[in-house]
């Protein structure tokens, strides 16, 4: 199995895996790891979606296509990662508010 191939499986089934077991106790965590959650779900939702626009491309512009790569196998492990991170910094950003 290629890289390429194991970084797509751990962005499939990782990140939802991860937001499962955030959401069980979702009332219990922090205002950050709340952001991070509901950055997790969105930066997925953004992932899949650029991940199903890049596998949809016309097979003639797949030849030597970087971007296209990247994008297919690392866009739902990327957008995870990256909504996480914006939903931590901007639930610390907001200091101890509740959210409810």
């Not at 751990?10 to 952001?35: D, K, N, T």
């Not at 596998?55 to 030597?64: Q, R, T």
Request: hydrophobic share 55%; aromatic share 8%; proline share 4%.
């Amino acid at each position: 199995m290629s890289v390429a191939r194991l970084v797509f499986l751990v962005g499939m089934f990782g990140p939802p895996l991860l937001l499962l077991a955030m959401g069980r106790s979702y009332r219990q965590r922090s205002v950050p790891a709340r952001g991070a959650f509901w950055g997790g779900v969105f930066g997925y939702g953004v992932g899949v979606v650029l991940t199903l626009l890049a596998m949809l491309e016309p097979a003639v512009a797949w030849s030597d296509s970087l971007m296209r790569e990247l994008t297919v196998h690392g866009g739902l492990l990327a957008g995870s990662v990256v909504g996480m991170g914006s939903g931590w910094a901007l639930g610390a950003r907001r200091g101890g508010a509740a959210l409810d």
